[in-house]
Antibody, heavy 121, light 107 residues
Framework: QVQLQESGPGLVKPSETLSLTCIVSGGSISGYYWSWFRQPPGRELEWIGF???????RYNPSLKSRVIMSVDTSNNQFSLKLNSVTAADTAVYYC???????????????WGEGVTVTVSS | ETVLTQSPATLSLSPGETATLSCRAS??????LAWYQQKAGQAPRLLIY???NRATGIPARFSGSGSGTDFTLTISSLEPEDSAVYYC?????????FGPGTEVDIK
């Protein structure tokens, strides 16, 4: 059974870079698209972007200028970097797998448990 | 971007009753809509994808319908463990977006 685990600092200072890694266990990172989402306190989920195991990626236009995603197939993990963070970036960050395919569209079927990231000095 | 509106915001029902949740999109998403269940402190769980297809392991009590801009999630024979927030998500247009959620309380 595939499991995802996010890791990274829980506290980031304003203007610095938020860095998170999602480790994939119980299955291979190859063959799938992988994504990052976040959920600010008391609010709905927001899509940050996705990355294919080959390295191609798409980002939410609202965050595109500050986001970089990467994939490390040898270590079965993928990563998120969000630079120039502010308090508005405080959220629970989730990684997920696009594992279900229907009519050419993928849906997320496996999620990490989430990691809380607070932006504060 | 495609804005999703969910109604009602909250729903309070008794075990055994039926919950009907609505999700409306600001533009057509064809049939590319999913429903997720999220319990407090947990990650979302995929219930329905492609508007009407149950995900693996999801009980038949959960059903989805709709296309274009109007979608419905129906939960029949409610059980106490169905208490959660339910989000719709569209994958018809980038960026993919989520609705604000419907909180279902089983009293």
């Amino acid at each position: 059974q595939v499991q995802l685990q996010e890791s990274g600092p829980g506290l980031v200072k304003p203007s610095e870079t938020l860095s998170l890694t999602c480790i994939v266990s119980g299955g291979s990172i190859s063959g799938y698209y992988w994504s990052w989402f976040r959920q600010p306190p008391g609010r709905e989920l927001e899509w940050i972007g996705f990355i294919h195991y080959t390295g191609s990626s798409r980002y939410n236009p609202s965050l595109k200028s500050r986001v970089i995603m990467s994939v490390d197939t040898s270590n079965n993990q993928f990563s998120l970097k969000l630079n120039s963070v502010t308090a508005a970036d405080t959220a629970v960050y989730y990684c997920a797998r696009y594992g279900v395919l229907l009519a050419g569209v993928h849906y997320m079927d496996v999620w990490g448990e989430g990691v809380t990231v607070t932006v504060s000095s | 971007e495609t804005v999703l509106t969910q109604s009602p915001a909250t729903l309070s029902l008794s075990p055994g009753e039926t919950a009907t949740l609505s999700c409306r999109a600001s533009q057509s998403v064809s049939g590319h809509l999913a429903w997720y269940q999220q319990k407090a402190g947990q990650a979302p769980r995929l219930l329905i994808y492609g508007a009407s297809n149950r995900a693996t392991g999801i009980p038949a009590r959960f059903s989805g319908s709709g296309s274009g801009t109007d979608f419905t999630l129906t939960i029949s024979s409610l059980e106490p463990e169905d208490s959660a927030v339910y989000y719709c998500q569209q994958r018809g247009n980038l960026p993919e977006t989520f609705g604000p959620g419907t909180e279902v309380d089983i009293k």
